[in-house]
C-alpha cells in the first residue's frame, strides 16, 4: 500500500527560526517520486520540488532544504530563517511508476504558522 | 513554471442547480488532468483523472453522474457538479501535467470554492 504520513500537524515558530516538516512514505515500488507543495491561505498549491526514488542527493534552495533518507523512507523539508511569508500548510506526496497514472497520494498536511 | 488556471474562483449556487468548473493550462499541453476536493483544514481527495479525448477515471466512491468530467482539448477540462446541494461545497482544484505517467509532475490551479445553498 502507498501512505504519506506527515505527523506534525500544526507548527507555530517566531520568525528567524529554522522549522522542519517531517514526512515519511510508504511504497513497494522501487521506482517512485516524492513531492512537496505549499498551500498559502489563497489556496492554489504551488510545486517546491520533486525527487526520484534514486537521487538521494539532498537539495538547497536558498532557504529550503530536503533531506531524502531512503534507509528510513522520510523526505523532511527544512525552511531556514523562517519568515511571515512562509505561513502555509504544506503537503509532502508520493507518486509511483507502478500506478502509471500520475496519481499522487498527498499527506495530511502540516500547517505552519510563523510568527513575526 | 507551468500556469494552470480556473474559472470561477469562487460561485455560490441554490440547490438544485448545476456548476462548472473550467480548469485551463495555459502555457503547455496538458495530457491528463486531475480533479480534487478538498474540506477545511484537510487533505487532498483525487476525484478522478481524466486524459485528454477519453472518459475519466474516477476514484472509489466518486458518482460519476454527479461529477461530469469532460478534456475536450489539451488546454481544457472541465468538471460539473450535476444538481448541486449543500454537501457539494468545498474547494475544487484542478491539476495539470505533460504525460500520463507517473515521472511528471502537476501543477496546479487556484482552485474553485463552491457554496451551495
Known amino acids: 500500500a502507498q501512505k504519506v504520513t506527515q505527523a506534525q500537524t500544526e507548527i507555530s515558530v517566531v520568525e528567524k527560526e529554522d522549522v522542519t516538516l517531517d514526512c515519511v512514505y510508504e511504497t513497494r515500488d522501487t521506482t517512485y517520486y516524492l513531492f512537496w507543495y505549499k498551500q498559502p491561505p489563497s489556496g492554489e498549491l504551488v510545486f517546491l520540488i520533486r525527487?526520484?526514488?534514486?537521487?538521494?542527493q539532498n537539495e538547497i534552495s536558498g532557504r529550503y532544504s530536503w533531506n531524502f533518507q531512503k534507509s528510513t523512507s522520510s523526505f523532511n523539508f527544512t525552511i531556514t530563517a523562517s519568515q511571515v511569508v512562509d505561513s502555509a500548510v504544506y503537503f509532502c506526496a508520493l507518486s509511483t511508476i507502478s500506478s502509471n497514472t500520475g496519481k499522487l497520494i498527498f499527506g495530511q498536511g502540516t500547517t505552519l504558522q510563523v510568527k513575526p | 513554471g507551468a500556469v494552470v488556471s480556473q474559472h470561477p474562483s469562487r460561485v455560490i449556487c441554490k440547490s438544485g442547480t448545476s456548476v462548472k468548473i473550467e480548469c485551463r493550462s495555459l502555457?503547455?499541453?496538458?495530457?491528463?488532468m486531475f480533479w480534487y476536493r478538498q474540506f477545511p483544514k484537510k487533505s487532498l481527495m483525487l476525484m478522478a483523472t481524466s486524459n485528454e479525448g477519453s472518459k475519466a477515471t474516477y476514484e472509489q466512491g466518486v458518482e460519476k453522474d454527479k461529477f461530469l468530467i469532460n478534456h475536450a482539448s489539451l488546454t481544457l477540462s472541465t468538471l460539473t457538479v450535476t444538481s448541486a446541494h449543500p454537501e457539494d461545497s468545498s474547494f475544487y482544484i484542478c491539476?495539470?501535467?505533460?504525460?500520463?505517467?507517473?515521472?511528471?509532475?502537476?501543477?496546479f490551479g487556484p482552485g474553485t470554492r463552491l457554496t451551495v445553498l
Open positions: 525527487r526520484n526514488s534514486f537521487d538521494e
Open positions: 502555457d503547455f499541453q496538458a495530457t491528463t
Open positions: 491539476s495539470a501535467s505533460w504525460t500520463t505517467t507517473s515521472t511528471d509532475t502537476q501543477y
